[in-house]
């Protein structure tokens, strides 16, 4: 199994501090930033999301996997603007397609 691959599955099942090393040692075998991103971090959040979709994750376990990033955001229905403080949450947008503005401008400031 890639490195890649290990990131995602560990970063499904919550395992932060798992992924925070298997990223450092990508890091180090000099795997492009992108592709750590791209392929380890964003496609074990998709595999989340969708589950998500399907009502087979709930908000808990969505957030649980989204701590291994460096930024979290939540927002839509089912949470407000106060929990975000609570958890301590980067960015609280009001739907899907504000928090798809909000990580956009997260990465640019991080480039």
Known sequence: MSILNEISENLQKGKAKLVKEL?????DQGIAARDILE????S???VVGEKFKKNEV???E?????RDKV?????????????????GADKYTT???????AAVE???AMA
Do not use: H, N, W, Y
Not at 23 to 27: L, T
Not at 71 to 87: D, H, L, N, S, Y
Not at 95 to 101: E, K, L, Q, V
């Open 23 to 27: 990223v450092q040692q990508a890091i």
């Open 39 to 42: 392929q380890g971090l964003m």
């Open 44 to 46: 074990g959040m998709d």
């Open 58 to 60: 709930f908000v808990p």
């Open 62 to 66: 969505v957030l649980v996997a989204a």
């Open 71 to 87: 930024k979290i955001m939540v927002g839509g229905a089912p949470v407000t603007e106060a929990f975000c403080e609570q958890i």
């Open 95 to 101: 739907d899907a397609a504000s928090a798809a503005d």
């Open 106 to 108: 997260f990465c640019r």
